[in-house]
């Protein structure tokens, strides 16, 4: 307050207002001595005494009087009535500043977009981790927390929801697609079903058997999803018969699938639809593919990769010589999983996992079964 106080003290507008002042007193006490001067002549100079009738003397007075007064009041009373000026902005400031604040505060708050439209991403990545910092107790860990989400969230545009997905597990006759026939294998059936604002033109499907080019495609989840195929299944990542994309539909039309294979790897691509894309609208997407799982690993693994609003995974094992699987399910979340499976009484077995949360990518399922 005291530096506002000499800024408005040695304002450039405040100087010139008080030179103002002070000339127009000069120039009223002056022209009012001039009057009076005048008034005193008419009085003694003959020819002139018809002057006599008009107030020269008392608009002359009245001049000089104000100018006078102005100037005593300036020389005497101009730093004061500045120092007071001050004093009484200062406490309609100091009374406004709460009310100010919290209007700021409140409008920031509950109004997303005035804080849009005032704010960068940065400034609105350090309101975030303040206001996480201040509710955790722990800035570190505020900052820890909010850069992990930020990554998950943030970097990939595009968000599923009300994901469902549907797992069918049967046998695979021994010789076909295993090496020497010798290696038993599940042919799991998988079709996911979904609806998003697709932002991506084009969705990627990899089966490849190297460890490092499949971390470095897990890393970039947007619309690519991998699988991984290690050296000791015996199968080749690069074949059909170890993994096919079936179908791919948006909105229920069939989109073209188009493949390509290298040694080691095979890669699938679809085209969204450019239509699509420029719509911004939800449209829903499904698609079904064919791999094959190690029956001695008893292991099945779903990866979700893109931020999910809604998750509903059902596997069916009916054809299979399983007795039992347990699930483990790596989705962070205050939320709890729901699991629920047939009666032992009722035909089939068929284990189903529902999750109404959000699960951000590289989250997911395992499936852990004892074989009878």
């Not at 079709?191 to 490092?212: D, H, I």
């Amino acid at each position: 307050m005291v530096y506002f106080a000499i800024v408005l003290m040695h304002d450039p507008l405040q100087r010139l207002y008080r030179t103002k002042l002070a000339l127009l007193a000069t120039l009223l006490t002056f022209t009012g001595l001039g009057l009076l001067l005048l008034a005193k002549w008419i009085e003694h100079s003959a020819g002139w005494h018809w002057l006599t009738a008009w107030p020269i003397s008392d608009i002359g007075s009245g001049l000089f009087t104000t100018g006078l007064l102005g100037v005593a009041l300036q020389y005497f009373d101009g730093q004061d009535s500045e120092v007071r000026a001050t004093e009484r902005l200062e406490r309609v400031i100091a009374r406004s500043v709460p009310a100010m604040r919290d209007a700021v505060i409140d409008g920031f708050a509950f109004e997303p977009d005035d804080l849009a439209r005032v704010a960068t991403a940065e400034t609105l990545d350090k309101i975030v981790t303040n206001g996480l910092s201040i509710r955790l107790g722990d800035a570190s860990f505020a900052e820890e927390i909010y850069t992990d989400v930020r990554k998950q969230a943030i970097g990939t545009p595009e968000r599923l929801h009300d994901a469902r997905i549907s797992i069918r597990l049967s046998p695979l006759p021994m010789g076909r697609g295993t090496p020497n026939g010798r290696a038993p294998q599940f042919v799991a059936t998988v079709r996911w079903e979904y609806s998003l604002v697709p932002t991506y033109p084009t969705r990627r499907f990899v089966c490849l058997s190297s460890l490092a080019e499949y971390r470095e495609l897990s890393q970039d989840s947007a619309a690519n999803s991998a699988w991984y195929v290690g050296a000791r299944t015996g199968m080749d990542a690069s074949s059909k018969d170890t993994f096919e994309l079936m179908t791919f539909a948006v909105d229920g039309e069939e989109r073209t699938i188009r493949r390509s294979a290298k040694t080691g790897s095979q890669a699938y691509s679809v085209s969204i639809g450019k239509d699509a894309i420029d719509a911004g609208k939800p449209v829903t997407v499904a698609y079904a593919y064919r791999t094959l799982v190690s029956v001695d690993e008893h292991l099945l693994q779903l990866r979700v990769d893109q931020p999910t609003r809604g998750l509903s995974i059902e596997l069916d094992y009916s054809d299979t010589d399983i007795d039992h699987i347990n699930v483990l399910d790596f989705i962070a979340s205050s939320e709890r999983t729901r699991i629920s499976r047939l009666p032992p009484a009722m035909p089939g077995k068929i284990v189903l996992i529902e999750f109404d949360g959000w699960v951000f990518p590289r989250s997911g399922v395992a499936f852990v079964w004892v074989l009878a």
